[in-house]
């Protein structure tokens, strides 16, 4: 089975600083993993997806995310945060198509922008 | 991208009244919706997946006959939400999969916030 564990229910970071927002799986299969955001009463955008190309993938925004098979881990990063980058972050690991392709998310991350 | 529409954005209800999401493909033909709530400050929580033309298939614990789920074309699932009670308050979202893309990725819609009085 799939799942996803998201270290750090909040993240607070200066304007300008480097954002790492940590991520975790488990597969039983090679995994396509995601990164979405969340702003307040909204849907989700996706940010970057990871589909077994490139272990590094750039998304939206400025912000990338490396695959690393060794530490089953899917960090997303951005050199510089902006202040319209605070909003809830989730990480997700589609279950595969066998079991017709829904997406486990992980708890979710908040991120905080300090002026 | 593929886009994704659900309407109401806001839905406010008395208890014991049943209420109806619309969640719409627009410019895809989406063959399979999933069905999302997602309450404060958590994730999201999946409760059913929808093919077209066929019964949903509901995750554990989601009563079926309390969330009626219907996807009578490649462009329209509805959730109603029946005889709806105060902790059904919670905010629903729609996901879509284009059919044509073998990559996993959902495309979710604007989420609607139920508030049961």
């Known amino acids: 089975a799939q799942s996803v564990t998201q270290l750090g229910s909040h993240v607070s970071v200066s304007e300008g600083a480097l954002v790492l927002l940590r991520c975790n799986y488990s597969?039983?299969?090679?995994?396509?993993l995601f990164w979405y955001v969340q702003y307040p009463n909204q849907g989700l955008q996706l940010l970057l997806k990871?589909?077994?190309?490139?272990?590094l993938v750039k998304g939206i925004n400025g912000f990338e995310a490396e695959f690393k098979k060794s530490e089953t881990s899917f960090h997303l990063t951005k050199p510089s945060a902006h202040m319209s980058d605070a909003a809830e972050y989730f990480c997700?690991?589609?279950?595969?198509?066998?079991?017709?392709?829904?997406?486990?998310f992980g708890q979710g991350t908040e991120l905080s922008v300090k002026p | 991208g593929a886009v994704v529409s659900q309407h109401p954005s806001w839905v406010i209800c008395k208890s014991g009244t049943s209420v109806k999401i619309e969640c719409r493909s627009l410019?895809?033909?989406?063959?399979?919706m999933f069905w999302y709530r997602q309450f404060p400050k958590q994730s999201l929580m999946l409760m059913a997946t929808?093919?077209?033309?066929?019964?949903?298939?509901?995750e554990q614990g989601v009563e079926k006959d309390k969330f009626l789920i219907n996807h009578a074309s490649l462009t329209l699932s509805t959730l109603t939400v029946t005889s709806a009670h105060p902790e059904d308050s919670s905010f629903y979202i729609c996901?879509?999969?284009?059919?044509?893309?073998?990559?996993?990725?959902?495309?979710f819609g604007e989420g609607s916030r139920l508030t049961v009085l």
């Open positions: 997700a690991v589609s279950a595969g198509y066998n079991q017709g392709g829904k997406l486990i």
């Open positions: 996901s879509a999969r284009d059919g044509g893309i073998l990559t996993g990725e959902l495309f």
């Open positions: 990871y589909t077994s190309a490139a272990t």
């Open positions: 410019d895809f033909q989406a063959t399979t």
């Open positions: 597969s039983s299969v090679p995994p396509y």
């Open positions: 929808s093919n077209e033309g066929s019964k949903a298939t509901y």
